[in-house]
């Protein structure tokens, strides 16, 4: 059944998918998540999604019911912990929404449902919205895999870059864990006694953060670091995160190599290292056919020129741009700060990108 796009409603959705705290790992957190998004869903599109059940939380799957065409892909859960609503309230003012994970992606999921809501036929769509995307998407993958390739076409509904750019190609990300293991000592009655993995973790940093190589766009970033139990003790453990992306794959293979390479530069200490990359690159030639019909139907609703750029982010889209399924990314809000305290949606731009999304739709399921 086709509606209306309608700001206010798309609104009250919003509210109700941002009031309900939805951060990664926590399961009752998203299984209330998912309960919203399935209520909005049958709501609007007047059948029920079926619920995917994980050990990292419930995926929402949505078929329209006629030979697939095209998948909406997206994910429910959000970076920030349960409380962060408490601080930041859901408000709308002065044309811009704000509140815990409306950026990305929840104002994305909302104008995806009403724009296939809008449509006259929504038979040939799908929407697949997962559970863990934020940390990897390690059980919704194979299934968004599976689902685009089947359906022939991802548009991927994460948020627009600045400006409302869409999104052509994205580096392949991951991340390492170094875990530095040495001695613990007293600091005071005899340190020499102790193997120092504090010290040890800082000498393998200064390392690390040469693997990257900006000519290439690829980069190799320190990110977290934890030593020590007790002001008196000599560290018998730290733990590095590396935040690692590349562009090309060879690049990926490289990072790789360099991070195995890693060894102990003082006596008495181990190195186990975990992790490297999950997502591959999204190559630009993964979205250049439906970015030309995204353009094409920018054109004929009269919502301006459509620009397009490369980011150094990860989604989903990685994995089904890898699948050789043609992708499109970025087709989810316009505004700003995501995953920070400042995070907002332009609302006054909700209604035309959920027309955007509903032209590409309809143009790509013609076909």
């Given at each position: 059944?086709?509606?209306?796009?309608?700001?206010?409603?798309?609104?009250?959705?919003?509210?109700?998918?941002?009031?309900?705290?939805?951060?990664?790992?926590?399961?009752?957190?998203?299984?209330?998540?998912?309960?919203?998004?399935?209520?909005?869903?049958?709501?609007?599109?007047?059948?029920?999604?079926?619920?995917?059940?994980?050990?990292?939380?419930?995926?929402?799957?949505?078929?329209?019911?006629?030979?697939?065409?095209?998948?909406?892909?997206?994910?429910?859960?959000t970076v920030f912990p349960i409380g962060t609503l408490e601080l930041r309230p859901f408000?709308?003012?002065?044309?811009?929404?704000?509140?815990?994970?409306?950026?990305?992606?929840?104002?994305?999921?909302?104008?995806?449902?009403?724009?296939?809501?809008?449509?006259?036929?929504?038979?040939?769509?799908?929407?697949?919205?997962?559970?863990?995307?934020?940390?990897?998407?390690?059980?919704?993958k194979d299934i968004i895999i599976e689902r685009a390739r089947a359906c022939g076409a991802?548009?991927?509904?994460?948020?627009?870059?600045?400006?409302?750019?869409?999104?052509?190609?994205?580096?392949?990300?991951?991340?390492?864990?170094?875990?530095?293991?040495?001695?613990?000592?007293?600091?005071?009655?005899?340190?020499?006694?102790?193997?120092?993995?504090?010290?040890?973790?800082?000498?393998?940093?200064?390392?690390?953060?040469?693997?990257?190589?900006?000519?290439?766009?690829?980069?190799?970033?320190?990110?977290?670091?934890?030593?020590?139990?007790?002001?008196?003790?000599?560290?018998?453990?730290?733990?590095?995160?590396?935040?690692?992306?590349?562009?090309?794959?060879?690049?990926?293979?490289?990072?790789?190599?360099?991070?195995?390479?890693?060894?102990?530069?003082?006596?008495?200490?181990?190195?186990?290292?975990?992790?490297?990359?999950?997502?591959?690159?999204?190559?630009?030639?993964?979205?250049?056919?439906?970015?030309?019909?995204?353009?094409?139907?920018?054109?004929?609703?009269?919502?301006?020129?459509?620009?397009?750029?490369?980011?150094?982010?990860?989604?989903?889209?990685?994995?089904?741009?890898?699948?050789?399924?043609?992708?499109?990314?970025?087709?989810?809000?316009?505004?700003?700060?995501?995953?920070?305290?400042?995070?907002?949606?332009?609302?006054?731009?909700?209604?035309?990108?959920?027309?955007?999304?509903?032209?590409?739709?309809?143009?790509?399921?013609?076909?």
């Open positions: 059944m086709a509606r209306q796009l309608d700001l206010e409603e798309m609104l009250s959705d919003l509210a109700a998918l941002v009031n309900t705290e939805s951060p990664s790992r926590d399961l009752a957190a998203l299984d209330a998540s998912a309960s919203i998004v399935f209520d909005i869903i049958e709501k609007r599109l007047g059948s029920a999604p079926s619920i995917h059940r994980s050990e990292a939380g419930p995926h929402v799957h949505w078929s329209g019911g006629g030979e697939p065409a095209l998948l909406l892909v997206g994910h429910h859960d408000r709308v003012e002065s044309g811009r929404a704000y509140g815990p994970g409306v950026f990305d992606m929840k104002a994305g999921i909302v104008q995806a449902i009403h724009a296939v809501a809008s449509l006259e036929d929504p038979a040939r769509v799908e929407i697949f919205l997962s559970a863990d995307e934020e940390v990897g998407s390690g059980t919704s991802a548009l991927v509904l994460e948020p627009s870059a600045d400006g409302g750019a869409l999104k052509s190609a994205r580096k392949g990300t991951g991340t390492y864990e170094l875990i530095v293991r040495g001695r613990a000592s007293h600091a005071g009655l005899e340190p020499e006694k102790g193997v120092n993995a504090l010290v040890e973790a800082a000498t393998q940093v200064l390392r690390i953060a040469t693997f990257g190589n900006p000519s290439s766009g690829t980069t190799v970033t320190p990110t977290v670091a934890e030593a020590g139990t007790a002001d008196n003790v000599v560290p018998a453990r730290a733990r590095i995160v590396i935040d690692v992306r590349a562009e090309d794959p060879s690049e990926s293979a490289r990072v790789q190599e360099a991070m195995k390479s890693l060894t102990p530069q003082l006596d008495g200490v181990e190195l186990e290292l975990f992790g490297g990359f999950n997502r591959p690159p999204m190559p630009a030639s993964a979205s250049i056919r439906l970015l030309e019909v995204a353009e094409n139907v920018a054109r004929d609703l009269g919502l301006g020129k459509i620009s397009a750029i490369a980011v150094g982010g990860g989604s989903d889209g990685n994995f089904t741009a890898a699948a050789g399924v043609p992708t499109l990314d970025g087709l989810g809000a316009v505004g700003g700060g995501a995953h920070a305290d400042h995070e907002w949606v332009d609302t006054t731009a909700m209604v035309d990108r959920a027309r955007l999304l509903a032209g590409l739709i309809e143009r790509i399921g013609s076909t």
